[in-house]
């Protein structure tokens, strides 16, 4: 099965920072990523897919980028609702594995 | 509204069973896969298994965790999903999402029930 890794497994970043999270699979994937937003004791939302596509409703400092094994998430320009622990998803085929989490914390 | 609520967990024994239901509302739930995400606490996400719509032949795909021992399965005439768990280990212990499937991301998740196996 495809391993999905995301180092760090933390972050800790400064209001208005461009930051940059990281996500490889272990084969490729090519397009097929996913990255989910889940802050504190609530439920994961799904901020980007196929990459780089963004939700509806997700707001624009929020891009992706990637393809074949290599892949990340960077938001722009951090705010202090972004607060959150960020995962990638593969979603080429069975097991549509998660990797580990980066979480993201203010300096 | 697109929700998606689950219900069924609660405290169970190791080795005993347990069905959780999700209850869709707000969209055509036979048009889509259905999906169970699990939560250990303090741990990262972990898929535990979908089905696919009717459409697609309702077949269903596991984690290697839970293959043999979890069954998903759905009702389309009741916008219902369930996940029989069988043969229950306490590192099965998590928070369930319920998940919609679309065909590129899990894009709506339910509030999440809680279950507990111990002794």
């Known amino acids: 099965d495809i391993q999905m890794t995301q180092p760090p497994s933390s972050l800790s970043v400064s209001i208005g920072d461009r930051v940059t999270i990281t996500c490889r699979a272990s084969q490729g994937i090519s397009n097929s990523l996913a990255w989910y937003q889940q802050k504190p004791g609530t439920l994961p939302k799904l901020l980007i897919y196929a990459a780089s596509t963004l939700q509806s409703g997700v707001p624009s400092r929020f891009s992706g980028s990637g393809s074949g094994t290599d892949f990340t998430l960077t938001i722009s320009s951090l705010q202090p609702e972004d607060v959150a622990t960020y995962y990638c998803?593969?979603?080429?085929?069975?097991?549509?594995?998660f990797g580990g989490g980066t979480k993201v914390e203010i300096k | 509204e697109v929700q998606l609520v689950e219900s069924g967990g609660g405290l169970v024994q190791p080795g005993r069973s347990l069905r959780l239901s999700c209850t869709a509302s707000g969209f055509t739930f036979g048009d889509y896969a259905m999906s169970w995400v699990r939560q250990a606490p303090g741990k990262g996400l972990e898929w535990v298994g979908f089905?696919?719509?009717?459409?697609?032949?309702?077949?269903?795909e596991y984690a290697a965790s839970v293959k043999g021992r979890f069954t998903i399965s759905r009702d389309d005439s009741k916008s219902i999903a369930y996940l029989q768990m069988n043969s229950l280990k306490t590192e099965d212990t998590a928070v369930y999402y319920c998940?919609?499937?679309?065909?590129?991301?899990?894009?709506?998740w339910g509030q999440g029930t809680m279950v507990t196996v111990s002794s």
């Open positions: 998803q593969k979603y080429d085929s069975a097991p549509l594995t």
């Open positions: 089905i696919r719509s009717k459409a697609y032949g309702g077949t269903t």
């Open positions: 998940t919609r499937a679309r065909r590129d991301a899990f894009d709506i």
